[in-house]
């Protein structure tokens, strides 16, 4: 364990800040080539500049190892009713291959946990995908409990766009729904 602090006492985390918006978007790239989802980024530099700088929708950190940028996180708050408490969801976690082993994505995920109990929050949340077998045993080691009984949906763009329109145009919408 000496030798893993050692080798992290160059290492730096701290709250991305507009001027990182760039930084940021290069790290969400090397994310989905990881991914295999490169097709998918469209998002600009002007986009998280106004998602996370003007409208604070989420927060990024970015970790420096030996001054260089080697890995990024983008988290938001989120709310459980049952708990009647905030949570925290991260959207993405990201260390580069290189980096990698060296317990980076260890002390990124534990400064976002002291942020959240911090800001008291009861839960810590975020998706893996199912092919990626050495973030989930990574996930699992440090003690993340799998929620096997919840899928999760989403709803894109053209699918909200429907959701807006009158009733009578959603396909499958039960009749005896009393909204």
Known sequence: ?????????????????????ELLLDFVKRLAAY?????????TVNDIEKALFENKYAEAIIAYYKN???????FFHNFSTFIGKPG???????????????????RMLSFIADL????????????????NKPSIRFYKNLGAEEKN???NYRFTRRALKRLVSPAGDLPGEPSNLNV
Do not use: H, T
Request: with cysteine.
């Open 1 to 21: 364990m000496k030798q893993k602090e050692n080798k992290l006492k160059d290492l730096d985390i701290r709250f991305a800040v507009e001027s990182d918006s």
């Open 35 to 43: 991914e295999k989802k490169s097709d998918q980024v469209v998002a």
């Open 116 to 131: 959240a109990l911090k800001r008291g929050c009861e839960i810590l949340e975020f998706s893996v995908l199912k092919w």
């Open 149 to 151: 009984e919840w899928s």
């Open 68 to 74: 260089e940028p080697v890995g990024f996180a983008v």
């Open 88 to 106: 925290i969801y991260i959207e993405d976690l990201y260390v580069d291959k290189k980096s990698r082993g060296k317990g980076i994505g260890s």
